[in-house]
């Protein structure tokens, strides 16, 4: 783990527009900067950027965060990787704090290890007259290879002390090049293979897959699990895909290294690849931070329906409102390196447009060799059903596939729900409440706090409100008093990124873009302080004034009846 201070520190050190404008050109407009956001399509600019208050938000798709969001969403990195790399640019260190996993640091050397292996790997290629040859059969061409830094193993047991003097480095078991046997007897992992080096988000080489030649098992070898390389949080061709992926706002997860390679080969550039494991949750976030739609394109055997559902299972948690996830599966004859090699990109898009719908596919496989003409094949499909319902936490996708499924199981959708026991929204809250805090005022209450975050010092511990924005402030509260009131705006808001609040928490900041130069944040807070004064005077009254019209002034005690009649003058 990161410690919170760190961040904090490091959000005070970033500019935000230092950091944006390296990846994007903005342009100064009023007090604010604008570009044309880079997370969605657009002609106008509404991409905005606040120096002064270090956060960005688009007015059109919503996007909003700090520097290490923007980071993360750009670049498609995790929240780690994203500070290391802003951390990196200021020359600093981001220490760990040790949690019960065990923790692992990744020297520097080994990403040069890598990068020399790379290297080597792809000057060997060009002695090779055979490996040529089989990528030439396979319709790659020299550009192809290159850009995806495509190389050859030559067969042989210890060809890499050539580049290596030191054969014996421990650095080359710690990548994962070398294999040590138990009578200390080492070797190259990757003898007389195609390679294709596995690239992170930040372009360095972290692992490799090597395909065989001519027959041999396995087929494809991939590098092992190392400080570098981790399989269920990286993919093949994601470093050369992200540009056409956020410009098309579609991804395509297919199989095999070949697959991206061909595909990319005939304009479908928008491809990566799982490394030889299933699909996991942490592919499918990185890839919706950066795309509106995911398809999943899997062989049509039994094998790619099984990585397929599970690839469904792993997606419902992670769904969001506005986004898709789709699957196509191919005739069984063919995968995409093949059909798009015998038809072409134009065939192979026509396909993805025929996709199906996450929704779609997952109705047809819980009913799939069901008679729901029964009773019991109703009950099936329900029982089918209710752990992957249960498990969607997008709003909007749950409850147009709960109205689907109930239709399928011939029930209602507020008896499919109360079988699921799904909670239906809560009723509006009685905003004429004495009691409560009123709804713009909450609004104008997160926002002060959220400029400047130790005014929730001055709030009563017994602050109540209604609503998100309520629940919100609350959790502010709670944070603030935590971290000891202590905590700059950018790292509040960081601190709550992706928890309940976020959305929430975004939307006020967002129209704090409209408080120009000589809005006074302490007057303003100052201002509500007063009125919820009056609002908790009010609610003291109205109480006392009940026990007088049940008993008289005589049933107040003394002290209740100076308090009464001070605030009947008022």
């Known amino acids: ?153 030559p067969d042989g047991w210890q060809n890499l002390s050539a580049v290596f003097p030191d054969y014996q480095s421990a650095s080359l078991d710690d990548t994962g090049l070398v294999i040590s046997s138990e009578n200390d007897r080492r070797y190259d992992r990757f003898r007389d293979r195609i390679m294709f080096p596995i690239i992170n988000q930040r372009n360095q080489v972290i692992g490799f897959g090597g395909r065989v030649l001519d027959k041999g098992e396995p087929k494809y070898l991939n590098s092992p699990e190392t400080a570098l390389f981790e399989k269920g949080h990286e993919l093949y061709g994601l470093f050369q895909a992200q540009k056409s992926i956020r410009e098309k706002q579609r991804v395509l997860v297919v199989e095999g290294y070949m697959d991206v390679v061909a595909l990319a080969q005939h304009g479908v550039d928008y491809a990566v690849a799982t490394l030889g494991t299933a699909t996991t949750p942490f592919h499918i ?106 498990a969607i936490a997008s709003p909007v996708a749950s409850l147009l596939l709960r109205k689907e499924l109930a239709s399928l199981a011939g029930i209602s959708q507020a008896e499919l729900d109360a079988l699921f026991a799904i ?78 609040h976020a959305r929430v928490l975004s939307q006020a900041e967002a129209d704090m873009l409209a408080w120009g130069p000589s809005f006074d944040v302490d007057a303003e807070f100052a201002g509500l302080m007063n009125r919820l004064d009056d609002g908790q005077r009010r609610e003291q009254f109205e109480a006392l004034q009940k026990k007088t019209v049940q008993g008289g002034l005589s049933c107040l005690s003394p002290e209740e009846r100076e308090l009464y009649l001070s605030l009947l003058r008022r």
């Open 1 to 153: 783990m990161i410690p919170r201070s760190f961040i904090q520190d490091l959000l005070n050190r970033l500019d935000i527009v230092d950091v944006i404008e390296r990846y994007l050109p903005l342009k100064k407009a009023g007090g604010n900067y604008v570009a044309c956001c880079p997370f969605h399509s657009e002609k106008s600019p509404s991409f905005t950027v606040s120096q002064a208050k270090q956060f960005y938000h688009c007015f059109g798709c919503g996007a909003h965060g700090t520097a290490i969001s923007f980071v993360m969403e750009h670049l498609g990195l995790g929240f780690v990787e994203a500070v290391e790399e802003l951390a990196k640019s200021l020359g600093l260190e981001v220490p760990h704090e040790r949690s019960g996993e065990n923790f692992q640091r990744v020297a520097p050397d080994l990403y040069e290890v890598m990068q020399v292996a790379t290297r080597y790997y792809r000057e060997q290629l060009k002695l090779s007259g055979r490996a040529i040859e089989y990528l030439k059969k396979r319709g790659l061409s020299g550009e192809i290879a290159a850009r995806f830094a495509i190389g050859y193993a």
């Open 285 to 390: 976030q990185k890839l919706l931070r950066i795309a509106e739609q995911i398809v999943f394109c899997f062989d049509g055997d039994k094998a790619g329906r099984k990585a397929a559902w599970r690839a469904l299972e792993n997606a419902l948690p992670h769904l969001q409102d506005g986004k898709r996830v789709n699957f196509l599966f191919l005739s069984p004859e063919h995968d995409p390196d093949s059909f798009v090699r015998e038809f072409g990109r134009d065939a192979f898009e026509r396909e993805l447009g025929q996709s199906m719908p996450l929704s779609e596919y997952l109705l047809s496989g819980i009913s799939r060799e069901l008679d729901l003409k029964t009773q019991e094949g109703r009950n099936q499909l329900l029982h089918r059903a209710r752990p992957l319902v249960s």
């Open 423 to 500: 909670k239906s929204a809560a009723p509006r809250p009685d905003l004429k409440k004495a009691t409560r805090t009123p709804f713009p005022v909450q609004r104008l209450l997160l926002q002060c706090l959220i400029a400047k975050p130790e005014l929730a010092k001055n709030l009563p511990s017994d602050w109540h409100g209604e609503g998100a924005e309520g629940e919100a402030v609350k959790a502010l509260m709670s944070a603030l008093q935590e971290a000891g009131y202590a905590v700059s705006s950018p790292a509040l808001m960081q601190m709550f990124e992706g928890t309940i």
